[in-house]
């Protein structure tokens, strides 16, 4: 136990002696403001009819605020899985997982180690990704006389599950590092699956029953299940095309610990056993 606490201690000395954990956050916050804040207004003076749709339509998005708050996971959870990936295959890149082992023989040790410090990094990002989501989704809704719905219980309720994702997200990143024990190719499958495999397979499953059922289960799915909203639901729903399934909150949970066990447990079985120089 001592081991694992020191462990934890010489992960969160390592990190803070580099420049990731800011550089991620500080692009984290700029991303989410700007993104959240430029859609919210564009979205939400749409509804109103503060601006002007093609035709003189005047589309509904439905309820505005779920949706522009959680961006903060389902745009920003691809930081977290950055962190813990980089946290662990960044040690074989750099060969400073040398040292680290010789310092604490105890492989599995250092792998928790490290997934409970990318759980509490996931987790703070997560904080300040709802606080750059939330103000500038909420002053773009005010601005245009909508409700941010700040004093709504299930508003908060949204807030905490989305922090809980993105500390998962941490945990799926350290077990990505561990399988691909490479910064570079980490990175790229990191980036080519979030940004464009599984979007992709999401917006092609939703127009058909029989893939959307099959779709909830991908990971950003079930991190937007888990939540409760996404982005993916400012779509006008008055057009009725696309089917949208998820499953429920805490299944959607459930989800994402598989997949961050899943990538970890084969990592384990493959890179993270083999010797190193």
């Excluded at 002007?52 to 691809?78: C, K, Q």
């Excluded at 180690?113 to 939330?134: H, P, Q």
Aim: proline share 3%.
């Amino acid at each position: 136990m001592i081991g694992f606490f020191a462990g934890v201690g010489s992960e969160f000395t390592k990190i803070f002696t580099t420049r990731l954990w800011w550089s991620l956050a500080l692009v984290l916050v700029l991303y989410l403001m700007a993104l959240t804040g430029g859609l919210g207004l564009l979205f939400a003076g749409l509804q109103t009819g503060a601006i002007h749709a093609r035709h003189g339509l005047v589309p509904s998005f439905g309820d505005l605020a779920p949706p522009l708050y959680s961006f903060a996971t389902s745009i920003g959870y691809v930081f977290p899985v950055l962190f813990g990936a980089l946290i662990t295959a960044g040690e074989w890149g750099y060969q400073t997982i040398t040292p680290t082992f010789l310092a604490n023989p105890h492989r599995y040790t250092v792998l928790w180690a490290k997934i409970v410090t990318a759980v509490v990094f996931g987790a703070a990002y997560g904080a300040l990704a709802l606080a750059a989501s939330v103000s500038s989704g909420a002053a773009a809704l005010t601005h245009y006389g909508l409700n941010a719905e700040l004093g709504d219980h299930a508003t908060w309720h949204l807030f905490g599950r989305a922090v809980i994702a993105m500390a998962l997200w941490g945990f799926v990143g350290v077990g990505l590092g561990v399988l691909v024990p490479n910064q570079a190719a980490v990175i790229v499958i990191i980036l080519a699956f979030t940004q464009f495999v599984e979007p992709l397979l999401r917006l092609g499953a939703a127009f058909s029953v029989e893939t959307a059922g099959a779709a909830k289960f991908l990971p950003g799915a079930s991190s937007d299940a888990l939540v409760g909203a996404s982005f993916l639901d400012l779509q006008n729903t008055a057009e009725g095309a696309m089917v949208v399934d998820q499953l429920s909150w805490q299944h959607g949970g459930v989800m994402l610990v598989i997949y961050g066990a899943a990538v970890t447990v084969i990592g384990c079985l493959t890179t993270w056993r083999r010797d190193v120089s």
